[in-house]
């Protein structure tokens, strides 16, 4: 489907709904709706819809989700719901069949549900909108860059990259471990802190191999809290947006301590001249870093939370997927406003228009003959009284 052809059959279809928007309202005031997208066989492919209070649909109809692309071009059917005791809880995932695999955070930025004819199962919308929300692109864009597009054109973002390398050191930790003597164990613990801080940290050896990809976990990190910090800045009114930001910037904090950490216990094993003392501070360097990558339940409640001192990459990841959750508003897409064509200005004429003839040739050349017509007037003028002055004193005959 074109995107001429889908832009219209959503106009056309939003347009049909606000009758049942007006009449919801009216009967059950705004439900609670959100659509949630999470990890299932890959990564950020499948959404769950929970909507409470919701009316059951017309006879004969059934509510469909829908997810929509930036350019409105593409349309995904997530399949029609059920209405149990006025809810809709519905999970699209790898067990619906239209699924794919694809990451729906990279595809998409808008959710609709619509009324469709029970079981027609439609390829695009063809009922009215009854609930609907759109991400801003611009920040869609950012998120995207947390989770699936960083650097641009990759099918990765930020924090699965952070995980990659907090992966890569941890191994790096575990090699230094085992390793059969004192060098050994150095050359595997520099390894880890190029890692860690990369190409252009203070203690990176250039001298020794760097497993990681260059930049360095800190580098990533400060990465991380820039692009969250754009979403917000680009989407001011999306509350979903600004408060998941908070939750990461907590989880960042925390990334953050846990990577310093690290860094300084191996620095300090690979000041030991003891190998027995310098598996002491690998070990804690260790576990700094599995607190890095998957977080730490410091209160023992048994829930690793996005607080300060718990939360960490694993966490983030999560929060990063919750800056994109829909929240549901009833009734169709509001139409944009069609632009006001602004009237061409009608040219003013001087204030004083002449006409003559095109200038061409020496530019003095019509000064001096305006210059002539007045010497010419002037002398028929005092010609004129010369002649009167002299018929005036002729004698009589």
Same mark, same amino acid.
Request: charge should be negative; charged fraction near 15%; hydrophobic fraction near 40%.
């Given at each position: 489907?074109?995107?001429?052809?889908?832009?219209?059959?959503?106009?056309?279809?939003?347009?049909?709904?606000?009758?049942?928007?007006?009449?919801?309202?009216?009967?059950?005031?705004?439900?609670?709706?959100?659509?949630?997208?999470?990890?299932?066989?890959?990564?950020?492919?499948?959404?769950?819809?929970?909507?409470?209070?919701?009316?059951?649909?017309?006879?004969?109809?059934?509510?469909?989700?829908?997810?929509?692309?930036?350019?409105?071009?593409?349309?995904?059917?997530?399949?029609?719901?059920?209405?149990?005791?006025?809810?809709?809880?519905?999970?699209?995932?790898?067990?619906?069949?239209?699924?794919?695999?694809?990451?729906?955070?990279?595809?998409?930025?808008?959710?609709?549900?619509?009324?469709?004819?029970?079981?027609?199962?439609?390829?695009?919308?063809?009922?009215?909108?009854?609930?609907?929300?759109?991400?801003?692109?611009?920040?869609?864009?950012?998120?995207?860059?947390?989770?699936?597009?960083?650097?641009?054109?990759?099918?990765?973002?930020?924090? %699965? $990259?952070?995980?990659?390398?907090? #992966?890569? =050191? /941890?191994?790096? +930790?575990?090699? &230094?471990? !085992?390793?059969? *003597?004192?060098?050994?164990?150095?050359?595997?613990?520099?390894?880890?802190?190029?890692?860690?801080?990369?190409?252009?940290?203070?203690?990176?050896?250039?001298?020794?191999?760097?497993?990681?990809?260059?930049?360095?976990?800190?580098?990533?990190?400060?990465?991380?809290?820039?692009?969250?910090?754009?979403?917000?800045?680009?989407?001011?009114?999306?509350?979903?947006?600004?408060?998941?930001?908070?939750?990461?910037?907590?989880?960042? %904090? $925390?990334?953050?301590?846990?990577? #310093?950490? =690290? /860094?300084?216990? +191996?620095?300090? &094993?690979? !000041?030991?001249? *003891?190998?027995?003392?310098?598996?002491?501070?690998?070990?804690?360097?260790?576990?700094?870093?599995?607190?890095?990558?998957?977080?730490?339940?410091?209160?023992?409640?048994?829930?690793?939370?996005?607080?300060?001192?718990?939360?960490?990459?694993?966490?983030?990841?999560?929060?990063?997927?919750?800056?994109?959750?829909?929240?549901?508003?009833?009734?169709?897409?509001?139409?944009?406003?069609?632009?006001?064509?602004?009237?061409?200005? %009608?040219?003013?004429?001087?204030?004083?228009?002449?006409?003559?003839?095109?200038?061409?040739?020496?530019?003095?050349?019509?000064?001096?003959?305006?210059?002539?017509?007045?010497?010419?007037?002037?002398?028929?003028?005092?010609?004129?009284?010369?002649?009167?002055?002299?018929?005036?004193?002729?004698?009589?005959?």
């Amino acid at each position: 489907m074109t995107k001429l052809k889908l832009g219209i059959l959503l106009a056309a279809v939003s347009l049909a709904a606000i009758p049942f928007a007006l009449a919801y309202a009216e009967e059950h005031g705004e439900a609670a709706a959100t659509a949630v997208i999470s990890d299932d066989q890959a990564l950020s492919d499948a959404i769950t819809y929970s909507i409470a209070n919701i009316p059951d649909p017309s006879s004969g109809t059934e509510y469909v989700g829908w997810l929509i692309s930036d350019d409105e071009v593409t349309s995904l059917s997530t399949g029609a719901m059920t209405v149990d005791g006025g809810n809709i809880n519905h999970v699209f995932d790898s067990s619906s069949s239209r699924y794919s695999g694809s990451n729906l955070i990279h595809l998409f930025n808008k959710v609709a549900i619509t009324e469709e004819a029970a079981g027609s199962d439609p390829d695009a919308p063809a009922g009215p909108v009854v609930y609907h929300h759109e991400i801003p692109l611009e920040a869609m864009e950012h998120i995207r860059s947390m989770l699936t597009n960083w650097p641009t054109g990759a099918s990765t973002g930020t924090l %699965t $990259n952070l995980k990659g390398q907090l #992966d890569i =050191a /941890i191994a790096q +930790a575990a090699l &230094a471990r !085992d390793a059969d *003597d004192l060098s050994g164990m150095h050359d595997y613990l520099q390894q880890l802190v190029n890692v860690m801080e990369g190409s252009d940290g203070s203690n990176y050896d250039a001298s020794a191999e760097n497993p990681g990809d260059g930049m360095g976990i800190l580098k990533h990190l400060q990465e991380l809290d820039a692009q969250a910090q754009r979403a917000v800045e680009a989407a001011p009114g999306e509350a979903s947006i600004s408060s998941a930001a908070g939750r990461l910037d907590a989880l960042i %904090t $925390n990334t953050d301590a846990w990577v #310093d950490g =690290a /860094i300084m216990e +191996a620095l300090r &094993a690979l !000041d030991h001249t *003891d190998m027995d003392y310098a598996r002491l501070a690998l070990e804690s360097a260790v576990g700094f870093l599995n607190s890095a990558r998957n977080g730490l339940d410091e209160n023992v409640d048994g829930t690793i939370a996005s607080i300060e001192g718990e939360g960490a990459v694993e966490q983030a990841y999560v929060e990063a997927q919750q800056m994109a959750v829909y929240t549901l508003t009833p009734g169709p897409f509001p139409v944009p406003p069609t632009p006001t064509p602004t009237p061409t200005p %009608t040219p003013t004429p001087p204030a004083f228009p002449s006409i003559g003839l095109p200038v061409v040739g020496d530019a003095a050349v019509p000064t001096a003959a305006r210059m002539a017509v007045i010497a010419a007037v002037m002398l028929l003028v005092a010609g004129g009284l010369v002649v009167a002055r002299t018929r005036r004193t002729r004698p009589s005959s």
